[in-house]
């Protein structure tokens, strides 16, 4: 058995992609779709955010991972594939991995020299799992089917990641999953930020250190590579805030006094103020998100919870 193999299908139009991202900038307002935060510096660092004492979502949903192991690999079963979705360094399937006894791991993200060097470190110390990593970028439709098996499904889709679609979105996502669950055993572990005090939700987006006002403007580091621009990163400040109504903390990058920036020759003025929208993260209440996996197609539902109720990992059959 090979160590691991590496399946590329990223459908890349580089015009098409260039075309969408300026036209985005352009916009009123202007915003960057959050793929573009994860070149291989902003992987990092959203790896040191996810151990920043601010950032309770990473303990807290190992913590209730931990507590309700035994519960939860009961839910999943054992001897199937599991599926990591924007897996990352797989470090969280990898705790997982030791316990459901899957025969197959496919770890499915946009990053693809991360899959590359996590599966390599995996690889050894699964030596009896079939190891895949698909690239591609699912939150354009997810499409897995030519890279499963017969074999019960377990999607895994950890770290609240849910929480950057809209609630539209993320209803034709779970649906999207649902379909993939054809073979009796399959389902979806899940985790879910929920709502909370305002204060705790903006500390954990706007730490102490700038860890995460560092991620957000590499975004812009990323942006000047694919396009050629000339965006200056310190001139924009980290903006991150909870959206009561919309139940959602926004990312944004402030333009600290005038900028002007150039797209294919042309400028755009970025007045002093002016945000550009980076990221959204909607937080759920557990009753509301166990209905929707149920209005996507899940029979059985369930969830566990830390005792102040921060997290909710979900098992939908």
Not at 210 to 231: E, K, P, Y
């Amino acid at each position: 058995m090979e160590a691991y193999r590496v399946v590329r299908r990223l459908q890349i139009d580089p015009t098409a992609e260039r075309r969408a991202l300026v036209a985005a900038l352009r916009a009123t307002p202007p915003h960057i779709p959050p793929k573009y935060f994860y070149d291989d510096l902003g992987c990092a660092l959203y790896g040191a955010i996810c151990a920043l004492p601010e950032y309770y979502p990473t303990r807290t949903e190992w913590a209730i991972f931990s507590a309700y192991r035994t519960e939860i690999a009961r839910a999943i079963g054992s001897g199937g594939q599991f599926v990591d979705l924007g897996a990352g360094d797989c470090s969280k399937g990898e705790s997982l991995l030791q316990v459901v006894a899957a025969k197959r791991y496919v770890a499915v993200d946009i990053a693809e020299g991360q899959i590359e060097r996590s599966l390599a470190r995996l690889a050894p110390a699964f030596p009896g799992v079939e190891m895949l990593g698909v690239i591609t970028d699912f939150s354009l439709g997810l499409d897995l089917r030519s890279d499963l098996v017969e074999l019960p499904t377990t999607f895994f889709y950890p770290g609240s990641s849910i929480g950057n679609f809209t609630p539209d979105e993320a209803s034709v996502f779970l649906k999207a999953i649902r379909r993939h669950c054809e073979v009796p055993g399959s389902g979806l572990l899940i985790g879910v930020d929920t709502i909370k005090d305002k204060a705790r939700l903006e500390a954990a987006y706007d730490d102490s250190l700038g860890v995460t006002a560092a991620f957000n403007r590499n975004i812009l580091n990323n942006v000047n590579r694919v396009l050629g621009t000339d965006f200056v990163t310190s001139a924009y400040a980290h903006r991150a805030f909870y959206n009561m109504e919309a139940a959602r903390i926004e990312m944004h990058l402030e333009a600290m006094s005038t900028q002007v920036v150039t797209f294919d020759g042309a400028p755009r003025i970025f007045g002093a103020g002016e945000r550009i929208h980076t990221e959204n993260s909607y937080k759920y209440e557990s009753e509301h998100f166990a209905a929707q996996l149920e209005q996507a197609g899940f029979g059985t539902v369930r969830f566990w919870q830390d005792a102040r109720c921060d997290f909710a990992v979900f098992h939908a059959a």
